[in-house]
């Protein structure tokens, strides 16, 4: 791992952590309060308060990054270009990608049912809050947490993931020097890449058990009469709706830890075939990207433990405006010189790059019902 990319993804971890004490330090009714002059309408402490501390914090680290958030957007000053071209410099510069706290609904209404005057802290600090959590949300709670995230792209290729669970209070790291979780100790422990390489347990991704859990997947579907994503979904072909539901391990996924449905952390005895960005946003599924670029096999460490496909459709369904699953003329995965890259002057081009969508499989690098349908679609493998 170079010396640049380390130091990126310390300073991700420094602003993580900093958002993270921070709200395990406040109250319920300071994480539920409305937050009317910052962000979208519906915006709360709990959103707006990590956000900004991430923002600032990779501010402060490079002035001359691009920070991309739901709630704001895009932070940094951007210049695109009209095509891709590796040797511009805008192709070169830091792009983050944070999505400061995924499953914010979901930590809403759980916090609802404390005291308002109750630290966050101590409320996930006891084990039976966690059993609680995963009895409303689903399990594991290492998966189905609520999180804060940040990747990093640069170069147009992918350097790393950092995932910090707000419940179990777990961070995970993917990079090209490991992927580790790891328990975070109480604040003042200086943690970095080294530390979490030296005091974190590997995560391993695991190859399909057998054929029948080849299809059995999670994804996004939303809420009944949310119109888009159930479509979107049986547009794409995979398997009719009586399939679907017979499939179908979780519905209402967080974003950026799904792609740990598909490591050692899920139970063995409920293996996941793959994983499904669902024509959502690029703050849901950015963070899988260094999964699949720095997983290897268990059997043999020259192969990817993961591959990944870019599903896209004839008439493609649209969210916002924004196209749900995009052909490769319009997608963010640009080819040059036989490479794949994330063309970031293209994304930067638009007016919140936060709202781009696309529809993207992740699964073992086995799955050959994944590999057979994606391949019989025309569907694209990405590799960076």
């Not at 998966?143 to 640069?154: D, K, L, N, Y």
């Not at 604040?187 to 974190?200: K, M, P, R, S």
């Not at 670029?293 to 896209?312: M, T």
């Not at 036989?338 to 994304?347: A, F, M, N, V």
């Amino acid at each position: 791992m170079q010396g640049v990319e380390k130091s990126h993804l310390n300073a991700a971890i420094a602003a993580g952590l900093t958002a993270f004490y921070d709200l395990m330090h406040s109250t319920v009714e300071d994480a539920l309060k409305k937050i009317a002059a910052y962000g979208k309408k519906n915006t709360l402490g709990m959103d707006a308060g990590p956000e900004i501390i991430i923002c600032e914090g990779l501010a402060r680290y490079d002035a001359g990054s691009v920070v991309i958030t739901e709630e704001i957007g895009t932070r940094g000053t951007v210049a695109g270009n009209d095509t891709f071209r590796p040797n511009e410099p805008q192709t070169f510069r830091t792009v983050f990608i944070s999505d400061p706290m995924d499953r914010s609904n979901q930590l809403k209404a759980f916090l609802a049912g404390f005291p308002k005057e109750m630290i966050i802290a101590d409320i996930f600090s006891n084990p039976e809050n966690i059993r609680k959590w995963e009895a409303e949300f689903g399990s594991p709670a290492s998966i189905t947490g609520a999180v804060s995230a940040i990747s990093c792209v640069r170069r147009g290729v992918p350097i790393f993931s950092m995932i910090i669970n707000c419940i179990t209070q777990e961070m995970t790291v993917s990079c090209a020097a490991g992927i580790r979780i790891i328990k975070l100790p109480k604040e003042g422990q200086i943690i970095n890449l080294d530390y979490v390489l030296a005091h974190g347990k590997e995560l391993l991704f695991h190859n399909v058990d057998g054929r029948k859990c080849m299809r059995r997947f999670v994804t996004f579907l939303g809420d009944v009469g949310k119109i888009g994503y159930r479509e979107n979904f049986l547009d794409s072909g995979f398997m009719d709706e009586g399939q679907m539901n017979e499939n179908l391990h979780y519905n209402k996924p967080g974003g950026p830890s799904r792609a740990l449905y598909l490591s050692s952390v899920q139970p063995h005895q409920i293996p996941i075939g793959f994983v499904l960005a669902n024509g959502e946003k690029i703050g849901e599924w950015i963070h899988w990207l260094s999964f699949v670029q720095f997983a290897r096999s268990q059997h043999d460490d020259s192969q990817p433990a993961l591959i990944l496909y870019e599903v896209f459709q004839d008439r493609p369904w649209t969210k916002e405006g924004v196209l749900m699953a995009t052909p490769p003329n319009y997608s963010v995965f640009r080819e040059y010189g036989g490479k794949l890259y994330i063309d970031t002057s293209w994304l930067l081009r638009m007016p919140n790059p936060s709202k781009l969508r696309s529809t993207l499989i992740v699964a073992p690098f086995d799955n050959r019902w994944v590999v057979r349908f994606s391949s019989q679609s025309g569907y694209r493998p990405i590799r960076f």
